[in-house]
């Protein structure tokens, strides 16, 4: 297991690590922070770097949020109120299609 202090340091420096990144030569801090994640990944492992990170509840939660702009792009309501509600509506929808898209499984004796 990785120390927590380390990640706090280098939490802020960059969200994603491409399995082709090379270290830049350029100096300074974000850049150096960067450096040091991608040597800590190289070392430890993307599988450890995903987990700290939160990468794949990330990963999910932007799939459900371009789900729900594929219902549409914008929100219609003005106010904060019913733009809630808007988003409760396309969030049951999508839990409807998701039902409706589940395969129901019976026990056959």
Not at 9 to 28: F, G, P, R, V, W
Request: a positive charge.
């Amino acid at each position: 297991m990785l120390p927590t202090a380390y990640f706090r340091s280098t939490s802020t420096c960059c969200d994603s690590t491409q399995k082709e990144c090379k270290a830049l030569a350029k100096q300074a801090n974000e850049i150096i922070e960067r450096n040091e994640l991608l040597k800590m990944v190289k070392r430890r492992g993307r599988a450890i770097w995903k987990k700290w990170s939160g990468y794949h509840r990330r990963s999910l939660v932007e799939t459900q949020v371009h789900c729900i702009k594929l219902l549409a792009d914008k929100l219609s309501a003005k106010n904060f109120d019913s733009q809630v509600n808007e988003i409760h509506a396309r969030v049951s929808v999508l839990n409807k299609f998701t039902e409706l898209g589940r395969p129901h499984t019976q026990v056959v004796t």
